[in-house]
């Protein structure tokens, strides 16, 4: 169908996108094979390669779109990835269709469908995040993908509300609003509050783009932004792009800022990179009776009013009609579609989103690789200066008698005995590193931090002040702050005694120049810091008079508690594979050196024995050292593979 190639644009960037993540993996999964065929890996190195190769398959895109009611968002989504179906796949029609915050997404091996989380979940005090490992807490209707009109009626249930009294909706979170003015859920005729029937809503379906990994976010207005805290601190900050909608017709409302400012635009000192504002509805300024450039005039104008009241540049904002962008794309119709001027917004989403992207996937595995690469070089440089050190040895015997050779003998084997020694009291020193490692694990650990949660709660659920309840907020924040500064602090003293071991091995044996690396929590801090700051936005913005207490408390507890506690768990697993790591360069650098003692000693024993002559012994080395030499080049060759790909995107 032609009209699914309209969409090329961002298929093209995601196509590149696809092909660049399967390059490198297939550059990755070579690199391992051959380490394992040369023996240079071991089962560290193993796991860091497979947890590369994981950031790799499981890699997600998501493109959030967040509007306030009837500025055409929904519309904008089918304009944009479904008008190849021939219609309107998500609910688009005047007033409030979106309900609930939906996620649409492929998910491999499993049938198309609609998952809905109820609304009641909220009482829980359960995250949404936490309840997608609970199947049995979603109702699943199956999805027709075949039948576009059948899919339509099932995807209507998103839309829906239902009617509870005002202390029900309060215990739920929501804050009820008493006039038309003010924000928060309406009461229906009957008196009762109207609310979303659903919490979340994921749709399954296959389609090119979500099958390369692309997630769509579609968020309703401030109301939902407002009462579900988990979407605005946890699910906008990480999604990759942000599309702000505006209506052309509308202009910037009071509520439009409120949302850019409380919820999508970043502060001071940060770019607005992923952040882009359309305009949409333009098609309500086209008049046959005025002039097109007139028109144009006009957009421009309403471009630089928006630019100036949100305060980013003028080229963020995209003029589009998403209607006529769906229209012209069904219809096959050029003109309808250039007038839309949808394909600048599809081309700016595909620059901005793909080397963004690409960049966040190169930061999480380059430390991974650059670690196994600088371990792999050293290894086969040892190898090699083993070598040369051993044919030099040998080379210092042509000619000897046979007590010579017999004091070689004896030297080596007191080499061998006082690297035992050293290894006796390397053995030693794991004792202590395992003991320090436990004082690591104690600031990090989770039944502490949910020590300190509980009794976070409790203080809050006897504060009787908004200045008691804000006291407790930010005395938990300072808690996490403390704990992960002192953990850096543990992880410091652990790398300055693994430096000292390093260092008096090196310098009784010779071993390469290898330094332990460090562990560093600044990003696990910066994530505290950001959640702190952007809950002290969230709560300017709550009117406590109106907002109870133990709701405040819950949504408190549902996002950024739980956030809090989400950090502690990635420091756990970083600070897991970091003590994996450090002892791991010098495992293998001493692995090597034993080799090499017992080939040293197996060769002039041979010697002294007569059963080699030494012109066969320093001919096998030979062999030896051209297989090293050999082992290097083909190593270079595969660095040199996954390098060149890993660093695509900083020359482009």
Not at 317 to 336: D, H, M, T, Y
Request: hydrophobic share 40%; proline share 3%.
């Amino acid at each position: 169908m032609k009209s699914a190639t309209q969409n090329q644009n961002l298929e093209q960037h995601f196509e590149a996108y696809s092909e660049w993540r399967t390059t490198l993996a297939n550059a990755v999964t070579d690199l391992k094979s051959w380490l394992q065929q040369q023996e240079l890996s071991d089962t560290q190195v193993d796991q860091q390669l497979d947890h590369v190769l994981s950031t790799l398959r499981d890699d997600k895109l998501y493109v959030a779109f967040v509007a306030e009611f009837s500025r055409g968002k929904s519309e904008l989504i089918n304009a944009i990835f479904f008008a190849n179906f021939g219609q309107r796949i998500l609910p688009s029609s005047a007033g409030r269709t979106t309900m609930c915050p939906t996620e649409v997404l492929y998910e491999a091996g499993s049938k198309a469908s609609l998952r809905l989380l109820p609304i009641e979940t909220r009482k829980s005090g359960t995250t949404i995040t936490e309840f997608r490992g609970f199947p049995e807490e979603w109702q699943v209707l199956p999805l027709d993908t075949k039948s576009p009109d059948t899919m339509i009626q099932t995807l209507q249930h998103i839309t829906e509300v239902k009617h509870v009294a005002r202390d029900e909706a309060q215990t739920m979170g929501f804050h009820v609003a008493e006039d038309e003015s003010d924000n928060g859920m309406r009461l229906a005729d009957d008196g009762l509050v109207e609310i979303p029937k659903w919490r979340h809503a994921i749709i399954n379906i296959p389609h090119p783009l979500l099958e390369q990994g692309l997630v769509i976010l579609d968020t309703p207005g401030l109301n939902a932004l407002g009462a579900e805290p988990e979407l605005t601190l946890n699910m906008l900050p990480s999604a990759h792009a942000v599309l702000f909608i505006l209506a052309a017709d509308a202009g910037v409302t009071k509520s439009d800022i409120d949302v850019w400012h409380d919820h999508i635009g970043v502060h001071k000192g940060s770019s607005n990179k992923g952040r882009l504002v359309v305009l949409n509805k333009i098609d309500g300024l086209w008049d046959e009776l005025r002039d097109w450039d007139e028109v144009n005039r006009e957009i421009d104008r309403q471009i630089r009013e928006t630019a100036k009241h949100l305060g980013i540049p003028e080229h963020n904002v995209f003029p589009v009609s998403a209607q006529k962008a769906l229209l012209g794309k069904v219809k096959n119709e050029p003109k309808i579609l250039e007038r839309s001027r949808i394909l600048a917004l599809e081309e700016a989403l595909g620059n901005e989103i793909i080397p963004a992207k690409r960049e966040i996937v190169r930061d999480n595995i380059s430390g991974d690789m650059d670690d196994i690469i600088k371990a792999m070089r050293l290894i086969v440089t040892q190898r090699l200066k083993n070598v040369y050190e051993h044919m030099d040895e040998l080379g210092g015997l042509s000619g000897k008698n046979m007590d010579v050779i017999e004091h070689m003998m004896k030297k080596v084997k007191a080499d061998k005995e006082v690297f035992e020694k050293s290894l006796q009291r390397f053995q030693a020193t794991r004792s202590i590193f395992s003991q320090q490692t436990n004082v690591l694990y104690s600031h990090l650990n989770l039944k502490n931090l949910d020590t300190q949660i509980a009794h976070t709660k409790k203080d809050m659920e006897t504060s009787m002040t908004t200045a008691g309840l804000k006291t407790c907020m930010d005395g938990f924040f300072k808690h996490a702050q403390k704990t992960m500064e002192e953990a850096a602090k543990q992880a410091q003293e652990i790398k300055a005694m693994m430096e000292g071991v390093y260092k008096k091995f090196q310098e009784e044996h010779g071993l390469g120049g290898v330094k332990p690396s460090g562990f560093s929590v600044t990003r696990y801090l910066r994530e505290i810091k950001r959640l702190q700051d952007k809950h002290d936005q969230y709560m300017k913005g709550v009117s406590l008079v109106l907002t109870e207490q133990r709701v405040l408390t819950r949504k408190f507890f549902e996002s950024s508690v739980a956030k809090v506690r989400a950090i502690y768990k990635m420091a756990n697993r970083d600070a897991d594979n970091w003590l994996k790591t450090i002892m791991s360069p010098m495992e293998s650098q001493v692995r090597e050196h034993q080799v090499q003692l017992r080939r040293r000693l197996e060769s002039i024993k041979r010697i002294h024995q007569a059963s080699d002559t030494l012109e066969e012994r320093v001919s096998e080395l030979e062999q030896i050292r051209d297989n090293i030499r050999e082992q290097e080049h083909n190593l270079e060759t595969r660095v040199v593979a996954v390098t060149r790909v890993i660093d695509f995107d900083k020359a482009g």
